[in-house]
């Protein structure tokens, strides 16, 4: 049987989670997009493209400026001890 460090695998399911929250997926971002296309308020579509533009700013400033380094060490770390086996 094997042994997992379960504190690696809270650790990495949490900062999946957390992760999700910083990436729109394509489908919500073309339905935005399509949604400023459409719309016919001027403060709708301005209030569509923030949300775009936020998006892609948090987008960039997580994943970009210093987020996902540690789901690549979680993994690793997974993976090794899934080798040690």
């Not at 990495?12 to 394509?26: A, D, K, M, Q």
């Not at 210093?66 to 690793?76: L, P, S, T, V, Y």
Request: charged fraction near 30%; proline fraction near 2%; include cysteine.
């Amino acid at each position: 049987m094997r042994e997992l460090n379960v504190d690696v695998i809270t650790n990495t399911v949490e900062n999946l989670c957390i992760e999700s929250n910083y990436f729109l997926p394509r489908d919500v971002k073309k339905a935005l997009e399509d949604a400023v296309l459409k719309e016919e308020s001027p403060v709708g579509r301005e209030t569509l493209l923030d949300v775009l533009d936020l998006t892609t700013v948090l987008f960039h400033q997580h994943f970009v400026f210093g987020g996902a380094e540690w789901a690549q060490e979680d993994i690793r770390i997974m993976a090794f001890q899934l080798e040690g086996e």
